[in-house]
């Protein structure tokens, strides 16, 4: 086990060293992708580790729209990180927060006033949601990044068609059910496709009083097209099949303002009942924390820019891996997605083990197997790179991701689990996890309807106007 001394959070004036004759300590925060792979690599050397993570679970991020859709529960793709780590015999688990690192005293401050000491550190926390400079967007549009934002858009969208309903019941009217999805990414784009699905698919029969499948998805991007990252014949094609679902893209439209219920965007109002967010992502404020106390540059998402050993200069012992690290090769940027995540992870664990071999650090090179992105039901686009070259779309690219997604799930209940949900959704129309928790309310449903019918129509064609 690994020592450590109290203190409070950031003091590091009295973090006192280990006995020499102790082993290496390797200390890794966050236990993603790039965490878990490098604590996996780590099991069989002769070192200590210590994975520090504010959660007690692991997240399978890919997968994370379908909790927010209620295709899955969150236990689909969720597993403790104990247990994954669990027949590591030389690791440890801390459920805890970094507050502070000081590389020169080879230091990490926790949360909880504790301390550790490190030989190596593995900084692989990831990214969070970037809202430009509106924080204050925040309540009204959550992003998707872990299982709480999954429930918390899964809540809003249900919520949406059971006001909608009840509504109907009471008033005889209801506010237009419209969905807006900001940003055209991958997740955007999934996020847009999984919501038409439940509108025309499996929610058609639910209702009484409402139709599910006269409800609006809008997908806004300030950008020319859908998908920029891929190449433009499979982003025409997705925005081809985004259409087809009837979904309503808008490219090259800035969002300027987001309100409660409704969004502003190249001078037009959009009522919306729920809003979600997949429009940028900022590095996790460990960087910036690593900046305080070094001479480590970042990037301007507060990426830690590293050389081709995954250290910031000067810093041979910190290992910055995953959407953290700005690494570029053959002159760009490796995406911050889980394919290079995972093969930075198991890259510093080689490193770690060549220093203590005394041997040469071999250089990080990521291989790139391709890339891709669900649009609904049975469609996708992909891009591969290996074993052959391809661009693919519809069916053939759907089933290529379903084998690939339920491969890389960790735990074999979890692939069972996801397998035997996807069927059944798709042979019966149906998602079990439906489940509404929480409160009872939207922002801006309540103003949406104080007005009557004809009232908000009016109200509705003077914003469409300007």
Sequence with gaps: MTETTQQRPGDFAHAGK??????PRVVIIGAGFAGLNAAKGLAHLPVDVTVVDRRNHYTFQPLLYQVALAVLSPADIAQPIRSILRRNRNTEVLMDEVTAIDPSAQSVALASGAALDYDYLVLATGATHSYFGHDEWIPLAPGLKSVEDATEIRRRVLLAFELAERQMVEKGWHPPLNFVVIGAGPTGVELAGAICDIAQLYMRRDFRH???????VLLLDSGPRVLAAYPEDLSAKAEAELKRLGVEVHTKTQVTAVGPGWVEANGRHYDTAVTLWAAGVQASPLGKMLAAHSNVTLDKRGCVIVDDHLNPPGLPNVFVLGDLAHFEQDGHQVPGVAQPA?????HAAKLVAAILAGKPRPPFRYFDKGDMATIGRMSAIA???WPFRAHMSGFPAWFTWVTIHIFFLI???NRISVLANWIWTYFTFTR??????GDETLPGW???TQAGPIEADAQAARKEAG
């Design 411 to 413: 735990g074999f209940r």
């Design 432 to 437: 079990s996890a439906r489940l509404i928790t």
């Design 18 to 23: 280990a006995a020499p004759d102790r082993r």
């Design 446 to 448: 309540v103003e949406q």
């Design 210 to 216: 409402i139709d599910p499948a006269k409800s609006r």
């Design 383 to 385: 891009k591969v790179e």
């Design 342 to 346: 995972m093969q930075m992870g198991d």
